[in-house]
């Protein structure tokens, strides 16, 4: 079993910049692809940004490319989600989430979750 803890959010100005940390305890996820997931007011859960298990595949949603960028450092036994020029549809709780196999989109293939972390995009 994987625990994961998020840190890292707050309440920022547009175009300011966060860097979450999800933080993994328990067995290792190294074979593990791991996620960001955001909930924005009112919306659905979204795939945000995804790194394969090896560091070398990444995902990012539209909204985010070129904004976010995600990696992991296994040694660490951390995940984290640099967030760049930050905007106010950013905002939401952010999740990291595991799986074993190659990254994917769909939330529901993740196996273990964070309990996430708040981050807030206001003027």
């Known amino acids: 079993q994987v625990d994961l803890v998020e840190s890292g959010g707050g309440l920022v100005q547009p175009g300011d910049s966060l860097e979450l940390t999800c933080a993994a305890s328990?067995?290792?996820?190294?074979?593990?692809?791991m996620g960001w997931f955001r909930r924005a007011p009112g919306k659905e859960d979204e795939f945000v940004a995804g790194i394969s298990k090896n560091g070398d595949i990444t995902d990012y949603v539209d909204s985010v490319e070129g904004r976010f960028s995600i990696s992991r450092d296994d040694a660490k036994n951390a995940v984290y989600l640099q967030m760049n020029n930050l905007k106010p549809e950013d905002t939401g709780p952010y999740y990291c989430a595991g799986k074993s196999g190659t990254v994917r989109r769909s939330l529901i293939l993740y196996d273990y979750w964070g309990q996430g972390t708040q981050v807030t995009v206001s003027s």
């Open positions: 328990g067995r290792s996820f190294s074979a593990d692809s």
